[in-house]
């Protein structure tokens, strides 16, 4: 697969954000690294990332069973300050993320310079997801509850040089998904899974900030890796044709799954206790 990366760092002065030609520093099989900064932080490691990722998603999607339907362009900017992000944001996305975000319209990954190398990363990897998701599924049908459940399982990959391993747990999700457990706050199956975009952005529960991206990250881990995979031709059907409510029981039967659904849900439930 070709992935072509682009790194730039933009300036904010006066809360205007002014663009300027960057200057190529490094380009390698199907990436390239442009930056305005002569000494990017960081380079050398994200050289040999982009090398690694491409291959690291293609695999993980194939092993889905999906087939992928384009090759698709990805430009990176990486902001030097909290600030200039914010105002790149405003000017050309919805998003509201302090962080980072992926633009399906402009094509593109946008984030900042924390210094922290971790955060760099984990943003990087997170948001790559949601564009490299796009390269097998070639519209937005994806539930949202399974495109940032996907995103959180790149987000704490395991990173040394050009080696990345996925399926590792994210401690925070974990410890939050206990606090629902024991306190009866996990939702059904399908209540985030059934959500559209603007409900599941829009969610907040009354009491366990971010329960949805939590349980999101709890349920793509387990259709994805529990019971060495069998719940996968579920996940693929559901990728593939969306969610809506009432449906998920037929999507089920339709993947070809043998086990009944109450007894899948029962597996889910019982998941959630051994995390």
């Known amino acids: 697969m070709s992935l072509r990366l682009f790194v730039c760092i933009g300036l904010l002065t006066s809360n205007l954000f002014f663009s300027s030609p960057c200057r190529a520093l490094a380009q390698g ?5 442009e930056t305005f900064d002569s000494k990017p932080e960081n380079l050398e490691m994200l050289k040999v990332l982009l090398e690694a990722a491409p291959r690291k998603y293609d695999q993980f999607f194939e092993t889905l069973g999906l087939l992928k339907t384009q090759d698709r362009k990805i430009v990176l900017k990486i902001f030097p300050t909290k600030e200039s992000f914010k105002g790149y944001q405003q000017k050309n996305s919805q998003s509201k993320s302090d962080h980072a975000y992926f633009s399906l319209f402009n094509s593109e990954v946008v984030t900042w310079n924390s210094k922290n190398q971790d955060d760099l990363i984990g943003n990087l990897m997170h948001e790559l997801t949601h564009d490299r998701v796009r390269t097998f599924i070639s519209d937005e049908r994806i539930p949202r509850c399974i495109d940032e459940g996907l995103a959180e399982i790149f987000e704490v990959a395991h990173i040394s040089g050009s080696n990345i391993s996925v399926g590792g747990v994210s401690e925070s999700w974990r410890d ?5 457990v024991g306190s009866s706050d996990v939702k059904p199956f399908g209540f985030f899974l059934e959500m559209t975009p603007r409900e599941f952005i829009s969610y907040r529960h009354p009491t366990i900030d971010h329960l949805q991206i939590a349980q999101c990250w709890a349920q793509s881990q387990f259709l994805y890796y529990c019971r060495s995979g069998e719940f ?4 693929k059907l559901m990728m593939e044709e969306g969610v809506k409510p009432g449906v998920l029981p037929d999507l089920y039967k339709k993947s070809k799954m043998t086990m009944p659904y109450s007894e899948m849900e029962e ?4 998941f959630l206790k051994q995390l």
């Open 267 to 270: 597996q889910w439930a019982l």
């Open 176 to 180: 939050l998904m206990k606090k629902a």
């Open 232 to 235: 996968r031709p579920f996940l």
């Open 29 to 33: 099989s199907g990436w390239e690294i």
